[in-house]
C-alpha cells in the first residue's frame, strides 16, 4: 500500500519564478492538505482541498494557490517566489474529515 | 503567543532512559492530539493520536492529554539511539482538519 508521494524531491528556483509542486495521497484518502516548514519549526498549514475544492485555507498569500484532481492528487502553485518561501512543502492526506493526516516525503524548495 | 508551545529542546538523555515530552496549547476547540515523529530532512511520521483527556499505551509510546489544563505529554520508554529524531505535537478541531503544530523538541539517545 503506497502511502504519500510528493515530487520533485528537491527544487531551486530564483526570485520571481513559479514553481508547482505535486502531491498523490494514500490509496483510499480523498482529502489532501499542504503545509509550509521552515528550517527549526514546525509546519504551518497553507490550504486543504477536498471534492476538488479549496475548503480550508491557513494565513498564507494569495501567491500560493492549489488545484486537486478527480484522482484526488493535487498541485500547490507559488507565484513570485521569494527568498522566504524556501522550505520544505509537506503534503498529508486523510480520509475525509474524520481520519487522522499521513505525511508525505515533503518536497525542499529552495529560492536564491 | 503561539497557539501550540512546545520546548525546542535539545533532550539528551542516555540509551534506555525515559524520554518526557509536552506541549500546551491555548484554543479549547482543539479536540484532538496527535504526535510526530520526524527525522532529520523527513516527512513527518505519525506516532499517536488520541481525542479524549487521560493516557493511550502503544507499545514504548504513552500518550496524555489533560483538556482542564490545556497540556499534551508523550512518554518513551526503554529509548533507543533510533528514537533520536525531532518530535512534534499537533492539535486540531478535527482529525482531518487543519492541524497546528508546536515548533517541535529534538531529542538525542546516546548509547
Known amino acids: 500500500d503506497a502511502g504519500v508521494t510528493q515530487s520533485p524531491t528537491h527544487l531551486i528556483k530564483t526570485r520571481g519564478q513559479q514553481v508547482t509542486l505535486r502531491c498523490s495521497p494514500k490509496?483510499?484518502?480523498?482529502?489532501v492538505s499542504w503545509y509550509q516548514q521552515a528550517l527549526g519549526q514546525g509546519p504551518q498549514f497553507i490550504f486543504q482541498y477536498y471534492e476538488e475544492e479549496e475548503r480550508q485555507r491557513g494565513n498564507f498569500p494569495d501567491r500560493f494557490s492549489g488545484h486537486q484532481f478527480p484522482n484526488y492528487s493535487s498541485e500547490l502553485n507559488v507565484n513570485a517566489l521569494l527568498l522566504g518561501d524556501s522550505a520544505l512543502y509537506l503534503c498529508?492526506?486523510?480520509?475525509?474529515?474524520?481520519?487522522?493526516?499521513?505525511f508525505g516525503p515533503g518536497t525542499r524548495l529552495l529560492v536564491l | 503567543q503561539k497557539e501550540v508551545e512546545q520546548d525546542p529542546g535539545p533532550l539528551s538523555v542516555p540509551e534506555g532512559a525515559i524520554v518526557s515530552l509536552n506541549c500546551t496549547y491555548s484554543n479549547s476547540a482543539f479536540q484532538y492530539f496527535m504526535w510526530y515523529r520526524q527525522y532529520s530532512r523527513k516527512g513527518p511520521e505519525l506516532l499517536m493520536y488520541t481525542y479524549s483527556s487521560g493516557n493511550k499505551e502503544d507499545g514504548r509510546f504513552t500518550a496524555q492529554v489533560d483538556k482542564s489544563s490545556k497540556y499534551i505529554s508523550l512518554f518513551i520508554r526503554d529509548s533507543q539511539p533510533s528514537d533520536s529524531a525531532t518530535y512534534l505535537c499537533?492539535?486540531?478541531?478535527?482529525?482531518?482538519?487543519?492541524?497546528?503544530f508546536g515548533g517541535g523538541t529534538r531529542v538525542l539517545v546516546k548509547p
Open positions: 498529508a492526506s486523510s480520509g475525509g474529515l474524520i481520519e487522522t493526516q499521513y
Open positions: 490509496s483510499g484518502h480523498d482529502t
Open positions: 499537533a492539535t486540531g478541531e478535527a482529525a482531518g482538519n487543519k492541524l497546528t
